[in-house]
């Protein structure tokens, strides 16, 4: 079964510090890639997202994350991360498979604490 | 734009009770998403809806759990009867998407804190 792994479940950082959170992937097919973020009491919100072209993408607040497909890997980073970047981060992965695609399948979430 | 309605916000109920867990996507979306959100098994998709049609539920845990969506603006996962490990945030999401094969970015609701006693 396809499956979405995030290694680190607890990450904490000084303020400035830089940040890179792995997620990698079960499959080899095609993918649709995407991280989460959800604010402490809040609902997930869309960082960024790969479908395909550019393997480096940017999304919102400075964060941006590379996918590198021989690795089944699509790492997130940020170079220099505040405290209000203190949030859980979700990596979630379709797979196009000759099917359904809109199945979004999540990591298990690292809960990212920035310390002032 | 109001964004993915869920109600309610918060739920405590006993044991055996029936909960009703409610959700109105964003107008114009026509895929509808129900996850459950635990310590244990982080986010787990339970079922989603094409143009109101089932597509998959392979992720719904028991029979004790059901889901409809008559019409388009409305949804409803209903846990009958609820016990204590079905505590958790039940979130609801919606996307546009123009086929089940396509795939569009979901956006989610504020999500039910759920509380079985």
Redo the contacts between chains.
């Keep these: 079964a396809q499956s979405v792994s995030q290694h680190n479940h607890h990450v904490i950082l000084s303020e400035a510090a830089s940040l890179e959170l792995g997620c990698n992937y079960s499959y080899g097919g095609t993918v649709?890639l995407?991280w989460?973020v959800q604010y402490p009491g809040?609902?997930?919100?869309?960082l960024l997202?790969y479908?395909s072209g550019d393997p480096l993408v940017k999304g919102i607040k400075g964060f941006e994350a590379e996918f590198i497909k021989s690795k089944f890997s699509f790492n997130l980073r940020k170079p220099s991360v505040q405290w209000s970047d203190t949030a859980e981060y979700?990596c979630a992965v379709?797979f196009?498979y000759g099917?359904?695609?809109?199945?979004?399948?999540?990591?298990?979430?690292t809960l990212l604490a920035v310390q002032p | 734009d109001a964004g993915v309605i869920q109600s309610p916000r918060h739920e405590v109920t006993e044991m055996g009770q029936e909960v009703t867990l409610r959700c109105k996507p964003i107008s114009g979306h026509n895929s509808l998403f129900w996850y459950r959100q635990t310590m244990m098994r982080g986010l787990e998709l339970l079922i989603y809806f094409n143009n109101n049609v089932p597509i998959d539920d392979s992720g719904m845990p028991e029979d004790r759990f059901s889901a409809k969506m008559p019409n388009a603006s409305f949804s409803t996962l209903k846990i009958q009867p609820s016990e204590p490990r079905d505590s958790a945030v039940y979130f609801c999401a919606s996307s546009f998407s123009p086929s089940v094969s396509s795939y569009n970015e979901q956006f989610f609701g504020p999500g039910t804190r759920l509380t079985v006693l």
């Design positions: 649709n995407f989460y809040q609902h997930l919100q869309l997202k479908f979700f379709t196009l099917g359904a695609t809109n199945k979004l399948i999540f990591g298990t979430g």
